[in-house]
């Protein structure tokens, strides 16, 4: 899908030494651009902004990057996995090792498919995505997982949207660790304003152009990889440490109704039951924050030290699954 990198072409200019640029500006020259960047931020009036271009794919990955992950993105017909289907997928295959350290983008691919029914107006406002660009398109099957048969973990920005289309797709993702870049970090706490990818990549330095798989795959890769210096690890880093963990999902069946809204403002979900969960509000937590939550249940909500609410542990093998 060359088309969907047009918005990467073209490289940035060299970057001059100091001496070389003091040289040109002596001999009355125009400002290279990055001379003329470094003159606006030096003002500390302006920030800017550069455009967002992918890494290189190699042919050889270096040593010292054993691990191996996908960047996910998809593009659907709607909301739910039950009834909707993916029209675009985008993966980017990359290495990475224990320290949490991204090393070689290996591989890319995007793929377009034809749903069974015609796309809404509003989700090719969404993405951009006509009738006419998918039609007679298949999503080649053969290379998605050639792609992620290897793979240690999956990573998409809202991974509780994008596991369930791509079970539905494949039963390779089944068996698969995932992550998600948007709920495991903690993205307040590194000075981010929000969650959203466009917050994220401005608030790295960069922009994109577009709402295409394959972009927003190389846009979310770049993010994670970025640090903000001063020793500060970038945030796949804490990422994969965070899909290392276990984590409990507790449900307070048979609560009483009057506590609902004291359930909700704690955190807790309603599941209705149609997804395969229990229908019953519900919360997850880290491992070693669930004593404190049933204590909290007994004691607040049941009234009742005996109350015995069901727990259901987690691994990223587990998580945002559509049925756990």
């Known amino acids: 899908m060359t088309s969907q990198l047009d918005m990467f072409s073209g490289n940035p200019p060299p970057r001059l030494s100091g001496a070389a640029s003091a040289h040109r500006q002596k001999a009355g020259a125009t400002p290279g651009e990055e001379d003329m960047v470094r003159m606006l931020e030096a003002t500390g009036r302006y920030q800017i902004l550069r455009k967002l271009a992918p890494r290189e794919i190699v042919a050889a990955a270096r040593p010292g990057y054993p691990l191996k992950g996908i960047i996910l993105d998809t593009e659907t017909t709607g ?14 295959a990359f290495t990475f090792n224990e320290g949490g350290e991204v090393g070689d983008v ?3 691919y995007g793929g377009l498919q034809q749903p069974s029914t015609p796309i809404s107006e509003d989700i090719t406002r969404l993405t951009g995505i006509t009738d006419a660009m998918v039609r007679d398109q ?3 099957m ?6 992620v048969e290897p793979a240690d973990l999956i990573i998409a920005h809202n991974a509780g949207f994008d596991r369930p289309f791509c079970e539905a797709l494949s039963p390779i993702f089944t068996r698969k660790a995932w992550a998600c870049s948007n709920s495991e970090i903690e993205w307040g706490m590194r000075g981010y304003e929000g969650t959203k990818l466009g917050y994220l990549i401005n608030q790295s330095g960069y922009f994109h152009v577009g709402h295409r798989a394959v ?4 846009a979310l890769l770049e993010v994670l990889a970025h640090s903000r210096g001063d020793g500060d690890r970038a945030p796949f880093a804490e990422l994969y440490e965070a899909s290392k963990q276990s984590r409990v999902r507790i449900f307070a069946e048979n609560s009483p109704f009057d506590q609902k809204d004291r359930l909700k403002a704690r955190g807790y979900r309603w599941s209705d039951g149609s997804d395969g969960r229990l229908k019953s509000w519900w919360i997850e937590v880290a491992e070693e924050a669930m004593e404190d939550e049933l204590r909290f249940l007994r004691s607040d909500i049941y009234h009742w030290d005996e109350a015995d609410p069901p727990v259901q542990r ?3 093998f587990d998580r945002f699954r559509s049925r756990n």
Not at 79 to 92: N, T
């Open 106 to 108: 290996t591989a890319v």
């Open 215 to 218: 972009d927003d795959c190389f």
């Open 79 to 92: 909301l739910d996995a039950r009834k909707e289907e993916i029209i675009e997928i985008g993966l980017i």
């Open 142 to 147: 053969a290379v998605v997982r050639a792609l």
């Open 314 to 316: 987690l691994t990223a």
């Open 138 to 140: 298949m999503i080649d």
